[in-house]
């Protein structure tokens, strides 16, 4: 059974800077490229979108633009765990941040196709203030 679990959101003024952490039980986690992800609630039609990637050995990763030079993406694969510095934060930041197995597709990071709904885990609320 797989179990993702999430942690290190807060509250933090916007410049500030946070690190989430996400430990990943029940599957391979050195096998998979891996990804976090990041959902606003309340906001009809707001997917869940991909904001960083990393491959399994490290050797890859990949921002999407808003957070590029801000967010750093980095994994242990020893321990089973994903980690994503955010510096510079800023208000559009907010959101719930989910950790996930991840690949790349036409410039999107997407979850497999393999990987079910209810895996998810709880997230971690990351909050901005102005």
């Known amino acids: 059974q797989v179990q993702v679990v999430e942690s290190g959101g807060t509250l933090v003024q916007a410049g500030g800077s946070l690190r989430l952490s996400c430990t990943v039980s029940?599957?391979?986690?050195?096998?998979?490229?891996m990804g976090w992800f990041r959902q606003t609630p309340g906001i009809p039609g707001k997917e869940r979108e991909g904001?960083?990637?990393?491959?399994?050995?490290?050797?890859?990763?990949y921002y999407i633009d808003s957070v590029k030079g801000r967010f750093t993406i980095s994994r242990d694969n020893a321990m089973k765990t994903l980690y994503l510095q955010m510096n510079n934060l800023l208000y559009e930041d907010t959101a719930v941040y989910y950790c996930?197995?991840?690949?790349?597709?036409?410039?999107?990071?997407?979850?497999?196709?393999?990987?079910?709904?209810?895996?998810w885990g709880q997230g971690t609320q990351v909050t901005v203030s102005n």
């Open positions: 996930a197995p991840a690949r790349i597709e036409t410039g999107t990071i997407v979850v497999p196709p393999t990987w079910a709904s209810d895996n």
């Open positions: 029940g599957l391979a986690f050195v096998g998979y490229d």
């Open positions: 904001v960083s990637f990393i491959s399994w050995n490290s050797g890859s990763t």
